[in-house]
């Protein structure tokens, strides 16, 4: 007896696998925007945005969630292939009511940069301000210099209070806002220090703006996307994000006394001019003396499927004019339709064919997929995502593997009006 006793404290002493526990509360909170400008928002744990919840690949998390809002909400853990049960939908738990509260527990298999918002009323209450990441590290993340986490937003306000929701134009072209906000605040000044490379890990928590991300012409690599590390660093000068995306950056070395705008290029998603924007700048100062190591190949990701694999599913996403409501937006002709279920261990390869004159963030909860081709053109790079965007009058094939958690899990647009409007499905992955 004894002695079991003691080999179980002793495991417990030395297991690698002790969850990392966190207490998450939803509640009212004021907004500072900038200097002279507050909000009336909702925030995870009194922060905009909410804490960054730091994990490890493969360790479990255990996050006890309490709601102090008014109103019932749920906490979606977007991009973790976790359990069908603990995906936070309204699919999947009961809403969570004011005063309650839910534990969810799982361990995140990826490394990689997510993020948790809520799954109810998300149109207010993700602009409000409930928006968070979860930074999961694993044990092949490059060594860099320092790392920042970039959350992009923009807020509609009119006064000292948001814009107004639920207008027929928000319904049509999602919720965008004047306000450009980096880490909820507008105009941010980062720093950096030259001769020194970080990382940033970025995600556009917009409702739906999209971010068409530059650095005043400067070159920077492409590390990662919404599942974790791509295979190859790619140059670039500029990177697209949807809704909902993530990408992590490898960025400088740059010289001192540099100072580099953070902007936004144009982009048409079929909803006007979609106008340069700028959300802040980094400043580099001193040199400091850098470590960083980014290695020519950063993982090997295996292919699903050949460019040109026959589709086992079509997506259609079009939408329709509403004499009530403005706008319906649909998928294969409906308002949140329940599609046919896959089978684990099944390959799926999906085409995701946009009927409608705007661009659609496809995002599927709970499981990445890899993006073959667009428009019949073959992907240059493979890559593990969630969400993808697919443009107006276009078609984009992905192929994904349902592995073995089944449950009932969902599809959508994630620009979260269209959400809201109809553009949702939910399926059932069965054994
Ligand atoms: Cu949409």
Redesign the pocket.
């Known amino acids: 007896m004894t002695r079991t006793l003691f080999l179980l404290v002793l495991l417990a002493a030395a297991s690698p696998l002790a969850a990392q526990r966190y207490e998450l509360v939803a509640a009212p909170g004021l907004w500072r925007i900038a200097a002279e400008k507050s909000l009336p928002g909702f925030a995870y744990g009194g922060r905009f945005p909410g804490p960054v919840l730091e994990a490890r690949e493969g360790i479990p998390l255990e996050i006890v969630f309490r709601n102090h809002l008014s109103e019932p909400t749920v906490v979606h853990w977007h991009g973790l292939r976790i359990p069908a049960a603990m995906d936070g939908t309204e699919m999947s738990q009961s809403p969570v009511q004011s005063g309650g509260s839910f534990t969810y527990a799982f361990t995140p298999p990826d490394a990689g940069t997510f993020w948790y918002h809520p799954h109810t009323n998300e149109s207010r209450q993700i602009e409000r301000g409930l928006v968070g990441t979860v930074v999961v590290r694993g044990a092949s993340d490059p060594v860099v210099d320092a790392e920042q986490l970039l959350v992009f937003d923009d807020v509609s306000v009119s006064g000292q209070d948001f814009g107004r929701f639920g207008t027929p134009v928000q319904r049509w072209n999602?919720r965008e806002g004047k306000v450009l906000l980096i880490n909820g605040r507008a105009d941010t000044q980062l720093a950096m220090s030259a001769n020194q490379v970080e990382r940033w890990r970025i995600l556009n928590a917009s409702n739906a703006r999209y971010l068409r991300l530059a650095l005043g012409g400067q070159t920077f690599r492409l590390i990662a996307t919404d599942g974790g590390l791509i295979e190859r660093p790619i140059a670039l000068t500029e990177v697209l994000l949807t809704p909902g995306d993530r990408v992590d950056l490898a960025v400088g070395p740059f010289e001192e006394g540099t100072v580099i705008n953070i902007e936004s290029l144009a982009y048409d998603r079929g909803v006007g001019k979609g106008e340069a924007a700028r959300y802040g700048s980094v400043r580099v100062g001193a040199p400091r003396p850098s470590v960083a190591r980014l290695p020519e190949v950063l993982r090997s990701i295996p292919p699903l499927a050949e460019a040109d694999a026959k589709p086992t599913r079509m997506v259609t996403?079009d939408g329709r004019i509403s004499l009530l409501r403005a706008v319906d937006?649909t998928i294969n002709g409906k308002g949140n339709p329940h599609d046919a279920p896959v089978k684990v261990g099944e390959l799926q390869v999906w085409d995701i064919v946009n009927e409608s004159k705007?661009d659609?963030?496809f995002h599927l909860h709970g499981f990445f997929f890899q993006v073959l081709s667009q428009n019949g053109v073959p992907s240059t790079m493979r890559s593990w995502e969630d969400v993808v965007n697919v443009p107006a009058k276009s078609r984009v094939r992905i192929a994904w593997m349902p592995d073995d958690r089944p449950g009932m899990w969902m599809y959508h647009?994630h620009?979260v009006e269209?959400q809201g409007a109809g553009?949702m499905a939910h399926f059932e992955v069965v054994r």
Do not use: A, S, T
Request: charged share 0%; glycine share 10%; net charge neutral.
């Open positions: 999602g996403l937006w705007i659609h963030p647009c620009i269209h553009m």
